[in-house]
């Protein structure tokens, strides 16, 4: 099977976790039975992920949208959050996945703000597998973060703001140091990307999918690769140029 070092296969892929409430309502069960589904699929796609060779692999677990949702589904989302990671940290960590939580922290409980740090500090050396959790995440809100970031530090004159480059920007980002979205899949049938990654899926190929996010598996990863690497992308130029 091919490896991380093949031209052909994508570094960083993207997935919006999509269909778990449609899923579990074609079954005829609440809501939170296809969320707890969602979360065996994610770990199908953790495991899944570095035998087809892919280094990045970031999640769409919460937006800053979701915070509409009702309040019993929100604490539903949040407490599973917590089970995910309380129960799995340690293999994920023996497996040699590094965690990365972006998103905005300032408005979660302090536990949980604790226990996101705690993942990372735990499997920052690992190499295996980077898993990004988006987590009260918005693109428009990152991006917005990063802006006001560059501005303070040139009101505080430690920039020039002719310096403020493409570079300078992704620094400010929260995914400062990864390569861009190679591959931003969604499942469930919908497509849009709502307010993720916006500025890491400049160039990437979107792949929508219409089965549900909880039967997603390693052949559904396969597959999209496939459908990845049967692309041609030329990133504005004339000549296909492999991820």
Request: hydrophobic share 45%.
């Amino acid at each position: 099977m091919p490896r991380a070092n093949s031209p052909s296969l994508p570094r960083h892929v993207a997935i919006i976790m999509d269909g778990n409430g449609r899923w579990a309502t074609h079954r005829g069960l609440p809501r939170s039975a296809g969320h707890k589904a969602g979360i065996d699929a994610l770990r199908r796609a953790v495991r899944a992920a570095p035998e087809q060779g892919i280094e990045y692999l970031s999640m769409y677990s919460f937006s800053t949208e979701n915070w509409q949702r009702p309040k019993t589904e929100v604490a539903f989302l949040l407490n599973l959050l917590r089970r995910f990671i309380k129960q799995d940290l340690a293999e994920l960590h023996a497996a040699g996945v590094r965690i990365v939580v972006i998103g905005a922290r300032s408005d979660l409980e302090p536990s949980l703000v604790a226990l996101l740090c705690h993942a990372e500090s735990l499997t920052k050396e690992n190499i295996k597998l980077t898993l990004v959790i988006a987590f009260n995440y918005g693109a428009k809100q990152e991006l917005a973060r990063a802006a006001k970031a560059l501005a303070q530090e040139a009101v505080a004159g430690r920039i020039n703001p002719d310096d403020i480059t493409v570079d300078r920007v992704e620094q400010a980002l929260n995914t400062a140091g990864m390569p861009d979205v190679d591959l931003l899949i969604r499942t469930g049938g919908e497509q849009r990307i709502s307010n993720f990654l916006l500025w890491q899926c400049a160039y990437a190929e979107f792949l929508f999918m219409p089965l549900f996010w909880p039967d997603f598996d390693g052949a559904a990863l396969q597959r999209a690769i496939a459908e990845f690497q049967s692309r041609d992308r030329r990133f504005g130029g004339l000549r296909a140029v492999t991820a």
